[in-house]
């Protein structure tokens, strides 16, 4: 302390402290505290109340997405649980666990260690059935959420990479559960292994070596299982994460797509802000997906392997099913027929299993990827559509969608041909006949009745603008006659009906033009024009305020002819119920039982 | 500047609708390429607009709990009933996980004999995230603002600027390097990336495994090996095969080979015993003993077992795709997905009345591939 300072009194010492801060409280604090430290760190307020704020539209089919990226999750989650006591061997072991009917016989490391999670691993059980479960929820929802996008347009430009990324997911999403289900090495999954393996073999000039470089040497050898691990736990997940995080941040990017509807247009998104409504409402429904999963898990058995016991190569068994997502690739094996193996120059040109099983597969996932091309191809719309579309609005579309799901289930069908010919006593080869003609009839059948089932609807809705909605109240006109008020849509209910845009088929720039020029069209262009013609020919166009106002003065006009003069005295007004008497009985024709019929009417009921 | 005609301009907005405020049908889809897409039937005329206008957003309805207070207490206790049941069923996983022994099992009606364990732990963990789950969703629904936020949308597109300043950069950046002006760097370049991956694509698939060479063609037959019955592996004397009979059949010794799976996966057979006459093809009787005939068990499909035996009708059938064999004539294709017949063991018999093989299997058995025939 220097000499000439003064001391002070403690007062005089405090003088200069700065009050304590009051506690801060609610937003200050987050402000403040550990929200403000990261924030001082990395800038991330603004994204986070960017993303915080981000709307959402509210819709069923929405949540069907949502259900494959939850159950991914779960997925995950008991995924990494299980690598914990799985082996990944074909080590030979000999059984001596607690489930008595296996005790002493030989078996693979990943065998015995799958049914010791089943019965050795306290919860271990219940972890592998939520496990299953959830890969075939997984692979479901993200079929029907494709079904979904595909039916509704949303794959249309801007989405279209997402669409191309979701495809590629989902073949990945059904290779993911081969890979698993082959894991524990049980019977079944090794019967499917072998087949695996025929497919490769089947390949030409390759094939053999293929097969022998995959497992490792002759089937089925050591080598498999524990490859097969690697590309299930790391290869595989790696790469369905990495495009799944492609996949939710271009839906970010793009804004979700909404139906339409009143208020909503191509340039907005109107539905609930992420925070809170969302927050809740997605993250609740993760807990209600994993929730389910898990009680099914817990209420129903799948994959019961220590029932079909250890793969043994020369046992089988009848109703040799694989999971559910694989089955169209199995049918395929099973329809296609056998006089397609060939012996050319002395080498086996393999076709009858090479194109079901390795052609197929890719093939309609490469049509399913290059969809949106072709569409914008034949309707040359190169604008943004964040509207959706109702599948009854785009019947062409719907009806191909219609004709690509059947071909599916045929193929799927097919899978289960055994069982079918066991449960319901019919013979096997009728059955396997009947789905290969099945196979080329069903598809474009499908796509015309769903293509007209699409315009009926389209008409219905017409209908509905134009004569409204039967209100129940009859009406009797002063000449007797008997009539159903119809009340015209609301506004709001109408412009759901009539918003969309109808196509018409490009047309061809006429050969000569306005100056005598003769101009040659082009071969692609006139397949455009076709295929154009093709999708859009049979349009049937959105009622427009025009027609409506037609329809009603129609109806008034007819309405005057036919209850007399005395009805409707010029400029009385009329009742409210003109314009609206539609769909009545003096509407109908003659032959009707329903038709109006005046002379039988009851003289003394007449006012 | 883009196909959209309005450009929104500002950041995110966000903003609570004013519901009925009109909003134009198609906003921003005026400038519509000449396809004429959206044509539509039904001149405007008289005044009637050529389509309808979007009547917006349509007014918004409260919810009970928006008027009522009781309502939203009423929701409040629902909500924390769900959690409740939850923190509940957490307890009851965790009591169950010490309490219920692993191997004990119990009758529940509609699933039969269950693992007890399985059932509580599931239904405990189930519940416990299904309520929080539904708690959740019920709070959203009934308490959080139910009113409809619109967000606008902005083309994907960047602007002219952005895009010309981008190719630029990378016009620049090109020319910085002088790649272009320096035709060695660009070739060289180009060689070391095209083959730098050659290395790793030849150590795996060079060191995958081994070439399959005849290993595909042979098995583990061979001339005078006894038929063993699988899976006792006992010998099978011809006079002990009564007519109709199917035995599943290993070559002796293979359960002590090297490989059991490996050679099992090639050198099952089935034998079986047809009725005098019922053989229609001289080869296959001549490569029997006595209307007692071998097949190999692996379909020519791909190369499931061939299991299942029609005695009747002197089938074999295939579990897995249902390749149909008729053993009466030389187990050529009847039905199904496969083409070549099941190749023949030719067997005879030893000294002791044994049943054994004359020859190894003369073709490949199981699937086909390239090199085969």
């Known amino acids: ?607 | 500047m883009s196909e959209h005609g309005t450009q929104p301009t500002g950041d995110q907005v966000n903003q609570v609708n004013q519901p009925g405020a009109p909003v134009s049908p198609h906003q921003g889809l005026e400038h519509r390429p000449a396809q004429q897409l959206d044509e539509v039937s039904g001149d405007g005329s008289g005044g009637i607009p050529e389509r309808f206008s979007d009547p917006g957003l349509p007014p918004h309805v409260p919810r009970s709990a928006d008027l009522d207070e009781l309502a939203a207490r009423r929701a409040e206790r629902q909500v924390a009933a769900l959690f409740s049941v939850s923190m509940v069923a957490t307890v009851v996983f965790l009591v169950a996980y010490f309490v219920i022994d692993q191997g004990s099992y119990t009758f529940i009606p509609g699933i039969g004999l269950a693992s007890l364990s399985n059932i509580v732990l599931g239904v405990s963990l189930g519940v416990s995230l299904l309520c929080i789950g539904l708690g959740a969703v019920h709070w959203a629904k009934t308490l959080m603002p139910d009113t409809d936020v619109t967000e606008e949308r902005h083309p994907q597109r960047s602007s002219d600027e952005a895009r010309s300043d981008a190719v630029e950069t990378i016009v620049a950046g090109g020319s910085a390097s002088q790649l272009g002006r320096r035709p060695l760097i660009k070739y060289t370049l180009a060689g070391a990336l095209g083959l730098f991956a050659i290395p790793l694509l030849v150590q795996l698939t060079g060191s995958l495994g081994p070439l399959p060479r005849a290993d595909l063609s042979n098995t583990f037959w061979r001339k005078g090996m006894r038929l063993m019955r699988d899976p006792e592996m006992t010998p099978i004397k011809a006079s002990d095969v009564t007519v109709g009979s199917f035995y599943h059949v290993l070559p002796e010794g293979i359960d002590k080979s090297e490989h059991v799976l490996e050679e099992k996966a090639k050198a099952a057979v089935v034998l079986i015993s047809l009725p005098p006459g019922a053989i229609q093809v001289p080869k296959e009787r001549d490569w029997g003993v006595d209307g007692i005939v071998a097949y190999s068990k692996i379909c020519t499909h791909v190369g499931c077992p061939v299991g299942l035996y029609e005695h009747r009708t002197h089938l074999l059938m295939c579990p897995c795709h249902q390749s149909t064999f008729d053993v009466t004539r030389d187990a050529e294709v009847l039905f199904g997905p496969a083409h070549r017949p099941l190749p023949q063991l030719k067997i005879t018999v030893d000294a002791q009345g044994y049943l054994i093989a004359a020859a190894p299997f003369l073709q490949p058995v199981g699937p086909s591939f390239w090199e085969r025939a």
Not at chain 1, 217 to 242: C, D, K, N, Q, S
Not at chain 1, 243 to 271: E, M, S, W
Not at chain 1, 413 to 430: F, H, T, V
Request: charged share 15%.
């Open chain 1, 1 to 607: 302390m220097s000499p000439n300072s003064t001391p002070k009194g403690a007062a005089g010492l405090r003088a200069d402290d700065v009050p304590l801060p009051e506690r801060q409280k609610g937003a200050k604090a987050l402000a403040g505290g550990l929200a403000g430290w990261v924030d001082d760190r990395t800038g991330t307020a603004r994204p986070t109340s960017y993303l915080l704020k981000k709307v959402f539209p509210d819709h069923w089919s929405f949540m069907l997405g949502e259900i494959a990226m939850f159950s991914l999750v779960i997925l995950l989650i008991t995924g990494t649980f299980l690598t914990f006591w799985f082996v990944p061997s074909a080590g030979q072991v000999i059984y001596n666990g607690s489930y008595v009917p296996l005790k002493g016989i030989p078996m693979s490391e990943a065998f015995k260690s799958t049914v010791d999670i089943s019965f050795d691993v306290r919860g271990g059980l219940i972890m592998r059935q939520i496990h299953h479960w959830a890969a075939l929820l997984f692979t479901v929802s993200i079929t029907v959420h494709m079904f979904r996008v595909f039916f509704t347009g949303a794959f249309r430009k801007p989405r279209e990479i997402n669409w191309v990324i979701g495809t590629i997911l989902s073949l990945l999403a059904i290779n993911e559960g081969f890979t698993g289900y082959s894991l524990p090495d049980d019977l079944l999954s090794g019967t499917g292994l072998r087949a695996a393996e025929g497919f490769i073999q089947s390949v030409p000039v390759l094939g053999s070596y293929m097969a022998y470089f995959l497992f490792g040497g002759a089937f089925p050898g050591e080598a498999i299982i524990p490859r097969l691990f690697t590309v299930h736990v790391l290869l595989l997940p790696a790469l369905i994460i990495g495009l799944f995080t492609a996949h939710i941040v271009l839906v970010a990017v793009h804004k979700h797509t909404q139906y339409p509807g009143p208020g909503k247009t191509n340039d907005n998104v109107v539905g609930y802000p992420f925070m809170p409504v969302y927050l809740a409402k997605s993250g609740g429904f993760f807990f209600i997906v994993f929730g389910i999963t898990t009680l099914m898990a817990a209420l129903v058995t799948i994959n019961p392997i220590w029932m079909y016991g250890p793969y043994d190569p020369t046992a089988g068994t009848a109703g040799s099913q694989p999971d559910w997502y694989m089955g169209f690739a199995d049918g395929a094996l099973r329809l296609f027929p056998g006089f397609t193996e060939f012996t050319v120059f002395g080498f086996t040109l393999s076709l009858n299993v090479f194109i079901p099983s390795l052609i197929v597969m890719p093939l309609l996932y490469s049509i399913a990827g290059a969809y949106p091309f072709i569409e914008s191809w034949v309707t040359g719309d190169k604008r943004e559509h964040h509207l959706l579309e109702r599948p009854r609005n785009a019947p062409t579309r719907t009806g191909l969608g219609v004709m690509a799901i059947s071909f599916y289930l045929i193929l799927f069908i097919a899978a289960g041909d055994d069982l079918i010919a066991i449960k319901l006593g019919l013979s096997i080869n009728q059955i396997v006949r009947t789905l290969q003609v099945m196979l080329i009839v069903v598809p474009p059948l499908a796509y015309w009745v769903t293509k007209r089932i699409c315009m009926s609807l389209q008409r219905r809705d017409r209908d509905l603008v134009l004569h409204g909605h039967e209100s129940g109240r009859i009406v009797r006109t002063a000449g007797g006659s008997f009539f159903e008020v119809h009340e015209p849509l609301p506004e709001h209910q109408r412009w759901s009906l009539v918003q969309h845009e109808t196509p018409t088929p490009l047309q061809l720039t006429p050969r000569v033009d306005a100056n005598g020029v003769e101009r040659k069209s082009t071969r692609r262009e006139r397949l455009r024009a076709k295929v154009s013609s093709f999708y859009f020919a049979d349009s049937i166009q959105a009622v427009t305020p025009a027609e409506l106002t037609a329809a009603h003065h129609d109806g008034s006009a007819r309405e005057a002819i036919e209850t007399g003069p005395d009805a409707r005295e010029p400029g009385s007004g009329g009742p409210d119920w003109v314009g609206q008497l539609h769909g009545g009985a003096d509407e109908r024709p003659e032959t009707d039982a329903y038709a109006s019929h005046d002379e039988g009417a009851d003289p003394a009921s007449a006012p």
